[in-house]
């Protein structure tokens, strides 16, 4: 039972990335489809504005990749999370990666899904967002005039607003290494034991004398602790870095958690994070 | 644009709309309506199909992006004996004796997740719990769906 | 009744795990459920419905841009009587002027072009005039009112026994079969012709035939395409789509219309479980044997009357628990509100009432200082003991020796020592019952008959309307007449329900399918069995067919009186124990269910792998209900109507189950068989609760119980 009128989708299927970005640049109000996880639901529950649509699937030579670029990981654009899961390099030393990915959905769902799609979307309860946060990853945009990349801590300017422009379309993620030694903390706590979505979803990274922690579904983008960051670096105890987190997330009430319980595990997520990733421990 | 695929080792053309999800053209155009709705937000995993050797939800795929691509779905699972009598599946036969099926209409999508568990264990880590966490049943309380593949694993293993 | 060991011996299929009739066509796909069918020329169809919970259509708006004239459109104008017979025939088709529910059908459209009617359905606007609206039960008015009274309840409470109160809330539920509602209909000279997806063929024949004002039976023909599940979501609900699909169809000068739900549509519309609050007053000893309650079960029906009143009787019949209450007050209201209906989901409100009870003595027993399972077993239902309609109770529940199984299977005493809040580790219990069949003379009214037929082809057909949803009719009832009949399975045919070509054997529902309905292919069997006279089957209805009918029969001795509410409300009861085993998240409070044990005595058990099925899936219904499934109502109506955020368990989710029978055959039951369909409803929700309360010590009171609850 789908409910749209597929008509009123007209298609395009692009050869090539040159093609997909003349494309992007001609056709207004084109939506980019990459593993359709997100486009195909508002389609087939009618809650997709007629439009027209790109299916990137065959750029998939150009964009499917997983590799390493001069230290960096460059994730492509069609990508996806059993690519991610599976990938020796990202096993090895993005665990926060490897484990986003086997919490998102369900194996049918990480099949097809992209993570450059994960960013697009916006959802601050996004899964893979809060560990790109933590890893500082970059996200190369493409149009026909030229490229650009945005830490993807800028890459959101509101509840789903990005600085994505009209005629780009993003090729890739770079993630810089992780430093050496660093521990990485991740965790998703969601409605039920699998294909859930996020209540609260934290991903973290301490290293010798940094912090990096990012949170979803607790504010209106996927988003950072600065302060908190910095009094854990300063050697804050786990009391005074709890009440510093209480002063810089101020979740709502949804239709799936409350702010309160969002605050409060959000609180305790931190505890355990401390503990885990304690340089002694 | 007309869409090339094979389907059960059947080579299928089709001129639907390139939008229109696998699944309803599955179902419409090629009438193997074994595959189910159940949402069509790729949550209840009821017309899951294995393409390209990959487990997906058929409702979440515009047929544009299945071109070419080569589709298993319930329909191709038994085979018929000398006799033209049906052997079903390992997979089908273990629900078949352990109850894995109630209502029946989760169960093409389910078997679907099975076979391809058993063909890519390493794929599910976590092991069945995993494997079918995309598959929805409302009437088992998935105990029976778990000793059914059980049972198929079993049998599957060489003696 | 005790069968001799000898005729045990002898039974070929009763009580042999018979492999599903249909099994092989569900796992090929060969199955037809409703949307698989193939109807050439077919328009889809799609309901209009309100926005608002309350008020009047003003307007309706037919915005340009849509070839309006190339549509059907259809609304209460066309139907001869804009009702939906049921017990009542308040509820209207349409709205009939007054909006009494949001996803109130307002009108219908169809074209041969679906993406084109899901369009315009959305585009259509609807001018409202809104009022107020009711929502949440004791406001507004009473739908139904009952009442039991049984012994000196004031006296039990004046002479300074101990008294204990609580309150207890369930929410709603939705029951989340994985096949939406669905129909097809088409007219065939003065007749319409309906597939759809369903539990009972003679409900939906009734409501059409009654808002078509047809005259003859046979206009209405109604067939039951194999169901993606039902659980109670498709007894009453599916009348509603069958007259819609009808209505269309005759706009359309006959032509068939399909008329699918999509998910949304389905979750937003359709009925759910009864939300519950139940006040519970109890007078007991210090050593904890009662002496009375004062019960009072409340239920939110919805806007229109639909089954309201019967599960309102099922609940308070079964809110006092499997004990022994020497004297009882026990009152229920169903109340009118402004949400879409209520209805009938898998157990019809005796999980609700169960639930508070179970809950409830847990409760008690920790405010006495007594074992929970100690005091329960102190109060326990003996054979002999009446109950507060005044029943007695006929056969030895053996209450005992189910818990006892059930605490050696779980480990219960040994794993109690170590835990609690400690570590986040729970055990809970929760015992029950439950009435098989209608409630007093329901199924004297109903006046079921199944026929079975030999047939020159050499098989032995039965008739019955009651329907396969996945609880394995088709099999259960081959075994019984294969057994009946002494013949071999292979040469029983199961004949599609179909009005008009099968007895109306009665709804699917009400666990009287396998025990009520299944004792009568029992007794058609036998009776065939003699007219066959030891010929075979095609030489003997070689000239025509051998036909054998059984009608049901009340059991001697089964009187009930409606307005005293008094006498046997059930010809047998069920019983059952459920452990549930749960652990909590330090750091999330998030609540997992370990495991859960169920020991249950459903009288003869026909085919073990069915009846475990059966109980297993319910439980993880009932575990469902108690956790993770909550309705988010805002004025009355659902607004999580995806899956995605209405949450039932997943295979990462499921308990473990454990399940095992004791069996006390009932005499009136096929074979010795009681209800099994809905038992497993009942204790799940209570076992967890306690079981919630023994791990974190917070004092659980309503389900579902979410995280969000237990972290504050
Ligand atoms: C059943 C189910 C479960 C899910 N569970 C989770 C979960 O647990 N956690 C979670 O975070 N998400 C979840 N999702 C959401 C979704 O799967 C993810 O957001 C997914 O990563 C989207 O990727 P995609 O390639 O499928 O996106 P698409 O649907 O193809 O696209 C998503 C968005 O990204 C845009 N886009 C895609 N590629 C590009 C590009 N190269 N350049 C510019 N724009 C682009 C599209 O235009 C669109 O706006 C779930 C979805 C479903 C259906
Ligand atoms: S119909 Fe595709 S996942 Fe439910
Ligand atoms: S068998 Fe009915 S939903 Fe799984």
Request: with cysteine; proline share 5%; hydrophobic share 40%.
């Amino acid at each position: 039972m789908i409910v749209s009128n597929a008509v009123r989708y007209p298609t395009y299927v692009p050869a090539t990335v040159a093609e997909a970005l003349e494309q992007k640049a001609g056709v207004a109000n084109l939506l980019p489809i990459a593993g359709g996880t997100e486009v195909m639901v508002m389609f087939n529950e009618g809650l997709l504005a007629p439009c027209p649509v790109q299916s990137l699937h065959r750029l998939a030579p150009e964009w499917g990749g997983i590799r390493e670029a001069e230290g960096s990981l460059v994730i492509g654009a069609l990508a996806t999370y059993t690519d991610v899961r599976h990938h020796p390099v990202v096993r090895e030393r993005y665990p926060l990666l490897v484990e986003a990915a086997r919490v998102t959905g369900a194996l049918q769902i990480q099949n097809r899904g992209t993570l450059v799609g994960n960013i697009v979307n916006g959802s601050p309860a996004a899964d893979t967002v809060p560990a790109l946060f933590a890893y500082g990853a970059q996200v190369r945009l493409l149009s026909t005039r030229g490229e650009r990349t945005v830490a993807v801590t800028d890459f959101y300017t509101g509840y789903r607003k990005t600085v994505l422009r009209a005629d780009e379309l993003i090729s890739e993620i770079v993630i810089p290494p992780p430093a050496d030694g660093a521990r990485h903390y991740y965790r998703k706590v969601g409605t039920r034991a699998a294909q859930a979505i996020s209540k609260v979803v934290v991903a973290g990274v301490r290293g010798r004398d940094s912090v990096r922690l990012a949170w979803g579904s607790v504010g209106p983008t996927t988003l950072r602790t600065p302060k908190t960051e910095a009094a854990i670096a300063s050697g804050a105890d786990a009391d005074e870095a709890v009440a510093t987190l209480a002063t810089e997330m101020s979740p709502l009430d949804d239709i799936r958690s409350t702010r309160d319980y969002r605050l409060a595990v959000s609180q305790n997520l931190l505890r355990e994070f401390l503990k885990r990733t304690s340089p002694g421990g | 644009m007309t869409i090339r695929m094979t389907i059960n080792g059947r080579d299928c053309t089709t001129d639907a709309n390139p939008m229109t999800p696998l699944l309803d053209v599955l179902r419409e155009s090629c009438r193997l309506t074994g595959t189910k709705y159940g949402c069509g937000e790729g949550e209840c995993g009821a017309c899951t199909v294995i393409m390209n050797d990959e487990l997906v939800m058929s409702c979440l795929v515009p047929v544009m992006q299945a071109e070419v691509a080569t589709i298993e779905t319930v329909e191709g699972l038994a085979r018929m004996a000398d006799d033209g009598a049906e052997i079903l599946h390992p997979v089908q036969q273990a629900f078949l004796e352990c109850g894995g099926a109630q209502c029946g209409i989760c169960t093409p999508g389910m078997v679907m997740a099975g076979v391809h568990h058993l063909r890519h264990p390493e794929l599910a880590p976590d092991g069945l719990a995993e494997a079918l966490e995309g598959n929805l049943c409302r009437c088992t309380g998935y105990s029976a769906i778990f000793r059914a593949m059980e049972r198929a694993a079993e049998a599957g293993r060489p003696a | 009744m005790t069968i001799s060991a000898d005729s045990e011996t002898k039974l070929r299929y009763v009580g042999r795990s018979v492999t599903r009739r249909e099994g092989a066509d569900k796992l090929t796909g060969r199955s037809r459920y409703v949307d698989d069918m193939h109807v050439p020329g077919a328009l889809t169809g799609r309901t209009i419905r309100t926005s608002i919970p309350a008020g009047r259509v003003r307007n309706v708006r037919f915005p340009d841009g849509f070839p309006w004239d190339e549509f059907i459109v259809a609304g209460p104008d066309d139907l001869p009587a804009n009702e939906v017979a049921l017990i009542t025939a308040d509820q209207p088709a349409f709205v009939d002027g007054i909006v009494r529910h949001a996803q109130e059908a307002v009108l219908l459209i169809a074209h041969e072009d679906a993406g084109l009617v899901h369009e315009a359905a959305r585009a259509i606007e609807i001018e409202y005039e809104r009022d107020a609206g009711v929502f949440g039960m004791e406001q507004g008015h009473v739908l139904k009112q009952l009442a039991i009274r049984h012994g000196d309840f004031e006296g039990a409470f004046a002479n300074g026994d101990v008294i204990f109160e609580g309150e207890y809330r369930t929410g709603a539920q939705e029951h989340v079969y994985i096949e939406t509602n669905g129909f097809i209909a088409w007219w065939e000279g003065d007749g319409v012709v309906l597939h759809g997806s369903h539990q009972c063929p003679y409900y939906v024949h009734k409501a059409v035939k009654h808002a078509f004002a047809l005259d003859r039976d046979d206009q209405v023909r109604v067939t039951q395409e194999t169901t993606g599940g039902g659980f109670g979501g498709k007894e009453e609900f599916p009348s509603l789509l069958a007259i819609h699909s009808a209505l269309l169809s005759r706009k359309a000068g006959g032509r068939p219309v399909r008329l699918i739900y999509d998910r949304a549509e389905d979750m937003a519309c359709s009925t759910k479980r009864h939300p519950s609050l139940t006040r519970i007053r109890t007078a007991c000893t210090p050593e904890g044997v009662f002496k009375g309650v004062e019960i009072d079960f409340h239920i939110d029906g919805g806007a229109y009357v639909t089954l309201s009143p019967v599960v309102l009787s099922r609940g308070l019949l079964h809110s006092g628990g499997p004990y022994l209450w020497p004297a009882a007050r026990m009152d229920g209201y169903c109340w009118f509100t402004n949400s879409p209906p209520y209805g009938a989901f898998r157990g019809f409100g005796a999980p609700q009432s169960e639930f508070a009870i179970e809950r409830h003595l847990d409760r008690l027993a920790a405010k006495l200082g007594i074992c929970p399972i100690e005091l329960r077993k102190r109060n326990f239902l003996r054979k002999g003991d009446m109950l507060p309609t005044s029943q007695i109770v006929g056969e030895e529940p053996e209450l005992e020796r189910i818990v006892e199984r059930a605490l050696e299977l779980s480990d219960y005493r040994a794993k109690q020592s170590g835990y609690g809040e400690g570590n986040g580790r729970g055990l809970g219990l929760s015992v029950f019952y439950h009435g098989t069949g209608f409630t007093g003379s329901g199924e004297v009214y109903l006046d079921s008959v199944v026929a079975l037929e030999a047939q020159a082809d050499g098989f032995v057909e039965i008739q019955v309307s009651s329907t396969e949803i996945g609880q394995g009719t088709e099999t259960v009832f081959a075994q019984i007449a294969a057994e009946g009949l002494g013949i071999d399975i292979e040469s029983i045919r199961f004949r599609k329900p179909e009005t008009g070509a099968v007895p109306d054997s009665g709804p699917t529902v009400a666990s009287r399918t396998c025990s009520i309905v299944g004792g009568l292919v029992e007794r058609a069997a036998r009776q065939l069995r003699e007219q066959l006279a030891g010929r075979d089957i095609a030489t003997a209805s070689a000239t025509g067919p051998v036909r054998a009918e059984a009608r049901y029969q009340a059991p001697p001795g089964l009187v009930w009186n409606d307005d005293t509410y008094q006498g046997c409300a059930y010809g047998a009861y069920s019983w059952g124990c459920n452990v549930a085993e749960v652990s909590i998240d330090p750091v999330t409070a998030e609540l997992r269910v370990e495991s859960m044990w169920g020991i249950y005595d459903i009288g003869r058990v026909i085919n073990p792998v069915l009846a475990i099925g059966q109980v297993e899936g319910g439980m993880a219904q009932g575990i469902g209900w108690a956790t993770c499934e909550d309705v988010v109502l805002k004025e009355g109506a659902m607004q999580n109507t995806r899956v995605t955020n209405y949450i039932i368990p997943t295979s990462a989710d499921a308990a473990e189950l454990f399940v095992e029978f004791v069996e006390h055959h009932n005499p009136c039951g096929a074979f010795g068989a009681k209800g099994v369909g809905e038992i497993p409803l009942d204790g799940p929700p209570a076992a967890v609760a306690n079981a919630v309360t023994f791990a974190t010590g917070k004092d659980i009171a309503a389900i579902p119980i979410r995280p969000e609850d237990l972290l504050a």
